[in-house]
């Protein structure tokens, strides 16, 4: 099994920054994509970004430019750094990840149990 353990959340008023991280352990042959999800109040889970395990990057058009994804493969953690929030921002945010666990060849989606988000005008 792998666990992932989301951290940062908080409350931060318009224009501040927060930054999240979501670190992966247990059985962990390789870690593909890992993705940032939000979801607000009476809204689906939608994508914020993506990152490969090479370092590429997908942003969602909302948050480009002001959110950045990285990761430290190392240590099997990604981050989301979160500057200019605005209160549309706030909602939970999942982190996920794409793991080929050792002993199966096929990959599996993890989740974390989410982080509040909220910020404030």
């Not at 666990?3 to 930054?19: D, K, T």
């Amino acid at each position: 099994q792998v666990q992932l353990v989301e951290s940062g959340g908080g409350l931060v008023q318009a224009g501040g920054s927060l930054r999240l991280s979501c670190a992966a352990s247990g059985n962990i042959f390789r870690i593909n994509d890992m993705r940032w999800f939000r979801q607000a109040p009476g809204n689906q889970r939608e994508l914020v970004p993506l990152i490969s395990s090479g370092g590429n990057t997908n942003y969602g058009g909302s948050v480009k430019g002001r959110f950045t994804i990285s990761r430290d493969n190392a240590k099997n953690t990604v981050y989301l750094q979160m500057n200019s929030l605005k209160p549309e921002d706030t909602g939970v945010y999942y982190c996920q990840a794409i793991v080929v666990n050792y002993g199966n060849s096929r990959q599996y989606q993890y989740w974390g149990q989410g982080t509040q988000v909220t910020v404030s005008s």
